[in-house]
């Protein structure tokens, strides 16, 4: 219990546990305090639907790849056949992620 008297004029009641006021006008102390509404807490945003730039670069990826693969088959170096070769899977391969993605999506 708090020592002094309450902070309302014309009243010699003690304060409540150390609020200002006693027992009595605690009421009219509560009334005047406003509760914020706490904000919305949003977990994840998510995507609604899957991106189009898995497509493009699956495209750019196997475009990429089948250039490299003819100048392989031109030159027979040997290296640009083999690099195209895994540009191209790379291609095929994020292809198909793109794709599976639209049919099972998250």
């Not at 089948?66 to 031109?74: D, K, S, V």
């Not at 895994?86 to 993605?101: D, I, P």
């Amino acid at each position: 219990m708090g020592m002094r008297n309450c902070a309302e004029e014309s009243c010699n009641a003690l304060e409540f546990r150390e609020t200002g006021y006693c027992q009595r006008h605690q009421s009219a102390m509560t009334s005047q305090i406003v509760i914020a509404k706490p904000k919305e807490i949003v977990l994840s945003l998510g995507t609604t639907t899957p991106s189009d730039n898995l497509l493009k670069w699956a495209g750019g990826l196997l475009a990429f790849g089948t250039l490299f693969i003819l100048i392989g088959a031109i030159d027979w170096a040997g290296i640009f056949g083999c690099c195209g070769v895994l540009f191209a899977a790379a291609g095929l391969f994020v292809g198909g992620v793109h794709v599976l993605s639209r049919i099972f999506p998250p």
